[in-house]
Every structure is written in C-alpha cells, then in structure tokens.
C-alpha cells in the first residue's frame, strides 16, 4: 500500500489540475454573477442571455431550472476558434455521467421540454462571458476560457421562443451552470433566480447576496428569505437518461395545502417521492402554470370556489378550470383580493404563501376574467405537484446547493418592488 501512494497522488493532483484547467480558468474572481431574464409572451418561456465563442456572440437561450445542462445549436452557424470536443476518457466526461461515446468524443443527451423530445449530442467546451455583480448593480463582463455545454441539431430548437438558440439548464449536477460557474470563478455553490412578468428585465444570481432591488424600501431581499430542505429524487425525472442518473430537478416537501386558512385534503401518498420517483413536488421554469395531480387540483379549486362563493363566476378559459369576474375582485399591493394558497412545508412553521398575484390570472377579451392560475396534471403525473413560472414571478428563490437548501420569501410587492427593478447598469450587449 506504502508504494502505491505516490502513484495515487499522482492521479489525484492530475484530475485537480485537468478539471481547473477547463472550469477555472477565467478572467477574474468576481463578487458573484449575473444573468438578465426576460419572458416571451408568446411561449410564456423565460430566456436569458450569454455570450459565448471566438469572435464573441451574443446567445439566448431558454431558462430550464432543473435542465442537466447548458445546451446550444451547434449545427446552424456556429463558428469558433475556441471551440473543443471532450474526450471520452477525460475527467469532464467522467463527471457528467455520460453513457455513450463516438469518435472519443463524450455524449450526452439534451432534451427540449416543450416538444417532449431528447437525442444525442457531444459534450463541448467554449469561451463564455457573463456579467459580474456585486448584488446592488450588474458589472463588467468575466470570462471563462473553457466552459463545458452541449451541442445538440437544430431540430431540437422547435418550441423554444423566437431566436432562442438552446436552453440553459440550471440544474443540480456537476456539469449544470451553477456548479460550473461556481467552479470557474471560485463562488459558493449557490444561486438564486427573481423571475420577471411581461415587462422588464428579472436576474440570475450565482454565488451569495446581497440582492438588492430598486424599490421604496430598497430591499436586500436575503433577509427576508426563510428555508426548507431542497429533495434528491433517486430517479431521473429527464426526457432520456443513462442508468441510474438521479433527478437534477429540484424537489421540495410539501406537507400539507391550505386556501386561506382552511386545510385542503390531500392524499399524502401523492406528496411523497416514490421508489420509482413518483410523486412528490418539484419547481419548473418550463412549466407556465402550477399544474397538480387531479385529486389536489380538484380540491384546490374546490376549497377556493367556496372561498369565494359571493362572487359571480364565468366560463373557466383553458387551460385553468374555475374563473371569476375580475370587476367583482378587488385590489391590493399583492394582487387581487383572493384567499392566499399557502404550501405547508418541511421545517416548524415553514409556508410559501401565495398572493393573488401569483394565483389569479387576467384572462378573456380584455382580461375581464381573473382565473384561479393551476392546472388540472392528470391522474397519473410523474410528479403530483409541479410549481410553475407564473407561480415564482416576483418572488426570489436562492438554491444552496452546499446545504441542499430552498431559501425563499414573500412576493416582492409587499416591499413595493418587482424582479425587475434590479439595476442594470451595464448589459452583456
């Protein structure tokens, strides 16, 4: 055994260095960093922004919370000089988990969401600048030499909002943007998202606050954010997988519904995450609305119809099933006055409450129609509960991934302030 050390050494400090020579290697070491986000009101997807390749090109790309990867076109007009295959014997393909290899050139699977379609693509690396900040003002571009993505055909674009060049996956794996991003440029292993409604501009965060957003208070809003353990599904819950791969999504429990302060039935079988990774609750930058399994969506409506029994009801408008009339609703600063849907989560006295901004949305000619903003998933969902976009808008969410922990607060509104008063005073473009 004594002889074998140095052997071991050895190896070791050559996988240390071959990683940081193709995750480390960046312009600076900035505070943290910064991705704008805006929403496509046409697809309802969220795309943000980065500039990758050699000469330097502005991409966008669709935002997938719980996507495996970074993945990009590389088929139509893709030209770099700085571009580099990853070899299937290298320590990057190693920690992507790949299953399969052609021409020593690591493979991997990406897949678009909205078409329901994955296929082969080779794992990459490229030049990638984003933005730095310092949590109070968006700064210069940083620059990572070698940054790992996927290439993938151009078909695979169908669905993505116009001029999306691939989708950024956010999720919670080693080749995911935040770890890479945490690797390249030394940061904590965290990140948090403030997504945007139709107007202006949200962010990304990766690495710590403060965030702090242009608003009467000017709030750092870290301090408002309370915690609830973040869940592994031991199954992937991707279009196509290799082997064993768990679930990059991310997963959170929920214990129990409430409209207002009435408790909501729920068969707490549906709210666990099964052997076979069924069940359970997870967030979704993908998934427009809330969508829940047919008992809790039932229920939920259910329990909100009676909520609000003296006002007049419309036709429900698809895809939501229980709509009111908006003029017999009234106003407050979180949106029209509606019983809160609060989430009962792991951890003593832990809610996400939800307001009406995050619940009712306008809806009809002339949005006459306000309509409760879930959506019926079936019977037989993967996941009983799926947390959608609309759902997150003006609410930040921090993933610490070191403590596999969910921070989150109230909507922003109650501080008179929205995602999109972040100040961005310089721009990737």
């Given at each position: 055994?004594?002889?074998?050390a140095?052997?071991?050494?050895?190896?070791?400090?050559l996988?240390?260095?071959?990683?940081?020579?193709?995750?480390?290697?960046?312009?600076?070491?900035?505070?943290?960093?910064?991705?704008p986000?805006?929403?496509?009101?046409?697809?309802?997807?969220?795309?943000?922004?980065?500039?990758?390749?050699?000469p330097?090109?502005?991409?966008?790309?669709?935002?997938?919370?719980?996507?495996?990867?970074?993945?990009?076109?590389?088929?139509?007009?893709?030209?770099?000089?700085?571009?580099r295959?990853?070899?299937?014997?290298?320590?990057?393909?190693?920690?992507?988990?790949?299953?399969?290899?052609?021409?020593?050139?690591?493979?991997?699977?990406?897949?678009?969401?909205f078409?329901?379609?994955?296929?082969?693509?080779?794992?990459?690396?490229?030049?990638?600048?984003?933005?730095?900040?310092?949590?109070?003002?968006?700064?210069?571009?940083?620059?990572?030499?070698?940054?790992?993505?996927?290439?993938?055909?151009?078909?695979?674009?169908r669905?993505?909002?116009?001029?999306?060049?691939?989708?950024?996956?956010?999720?919670?794996?080693k080749v995911?943007?935040?770890?890479?991003?945490?690797?390249?440029?030394?940061?904590?292993r965290?990140f948090a998202?403030?997504?945007?409604?139709?107007?202006?501009?949200?962010?990304?965060?990766?690495?710590?606050?403060p965030?702090?957003?242009?608003?009467?208070?000017?709030?750092?809003?870290?301090?408002?954010?309370?915690?609830?353990?973040?869940f592994v599904?031991p199954?992937?819950?991707?279009?196509?997988?290799?082997?064993?791969e768990?679930?990059a999504?991310?997963?959170?429990?929920?214990?129990?519904?409430?409209?207002?302060?009435?408790?909501?039935?729920?068969?707490?079988?549906?709210?666990?995450?099964?052997?076979?990774?069924v069940?359970?609750?997870?967030?979704?930058?993908?998934?427009?609305?809330?969508?829940?399994?047919?008992?809790?969506?039932?229920?939920?409506?259910?329990?909100?119809?009676?909520?609000?029994?003296?006002?007049?009801?419309?036709?429900?408008?698809?895809?939501?099933?229980?709509?009111f009339?908006?003029?017999?609703?009234?106003?407050?600063?979180?949106?029209?006055?509606?019983?809160?849907?609060?989430?009962?989560?792991?951890?003593?006295?832990?809610?996400?409450?939800m307001?009406?901004?995050?619940?009712?949305?306008?809806?009809?000619?002339?949005?006459?129609?306000?309509?409760?903003?879930?959506v019926?998933?079936?019977?037989?969902?993967?996941?009983?509960?799926?947390?959608?976009?609309?759902?997150?808008?003006?609410n930040?969410?921090?993933f610490?991934?070191?403590?596999?922990?969910?921070?989150?607060?109230?909507s922003?509104?109650?501080?008179?302030?929205?995602?999109?008063?972040?100040?961005?005073?310089?721009r990737?473009?």
């Amino acid at each position: 055994m004594a002889s074998s050390a140095p052997w071991l050494f050895f190896l070791c400090s050559l996988l240390l260095f071959s990683l940081s020579s193709f995750s480390s290697a960046a312009t600076s070491r900035p505070h943290a960093l910064l991705l704008p986000v805006t929403k496509d009101a046409a697809t309802l997807e969220y795309l943000t922004r980065v500039r990758q390749r050699t000469p330097s090109v502005d991409v966008s790309l669709v935002v997938d919370l719980g996507g495996r990867f970074l993945w990009v076109d590389c088929d139509s007009g893709f030209v770099s000089s700085t571009r580099r295959h990853i070899p299937c014997d290298s320590p990057q393909c190693a920690m992507s988990n790949s299953g399969m290899c052609g021409d020593n050139v690591c493979g991997l699977l990406p897949g678009n969401p909205f078409i329901e379609t994955s296929t082969g693509g080779s794992l990459e690396s490229d030049v990638l600048s984003v933005l730095s900040t310092d949590g109070y003002t968006s700064g210069p571009l940083v620059t990572a030499s070698s940054f790992l993505f996927t290439c993938a055909p151009t078909f695979l674009l169908r669905g993505l909002a116009r001029g999306a060049k691939g989708m950024a996956g956010l999720g919670r794996n080693k080749v995911g943007v935040p770890s890479l991003l945490s690797s390249a440029f030394h940061l904590p292993r965290k990140f948090a998202i403030c997504l945007p409604s139709y107007a202006g501009t949200g962010a990304i965060f990766f690495g710590d606050g403060p965030y702090k957003f242009l608003g009467t208070y000017n709030p750092d809003v870290a301090q408002y954010l309370a915690y609830t353990p973040l869940f592994v599904n031991p199954v992937s819950t991707a279009g196509a997988s290799f082997g064993n791969e768990k679930s990059a999504e991310y997963f959170i429990g929920v214990r129990a519904i409430r409209v207002g302060e009435k408790a909501v039935p729920v068969d707490a079988k549906l709210l666990a995450i099964g052997k076979d990774g069924v069940g359970g609750t997870k967030i979704s930058t993908v998934t427009p609305y809330t969508t829940l399994h047919t008992s809790i969506y039932k229920a939920v409506v259910g329990a909100f119809a009676s909520a609000l029994a003296g006002v007049p009801q419309v036709p429900p408008l698809a895809p939501f099933g229980l709509c009111f009339e908006a003029a017999k609703l009234g106003s407050t600063r979180v949106g029209p006055a509606v019983p809160a849907v609060n989430l009962v989560l792991q951890g003593e006295g832990v809610n996400w409450t939800m307001w009406g901004a995050n619940t009712m949305v306008a809806a009809g000619a002339g949005g006459k129609a306000l309509c409760l903003g879930f959506v019926d998933g079936g019977t037989k969902p993967t996941t009983s509960i799926v947390i959608g976009g609309y759902q997150l808008e003006d609410n930040l969410l921090q993933f610490d991934l070191r403590r596999s922990r969910l921070g989150f607060g109230s909507s922003l509104l109650f501080y008179q302030t929205t995602c999109s008063n972040f100040n961005f005073t310089s721009r990737l473009f």
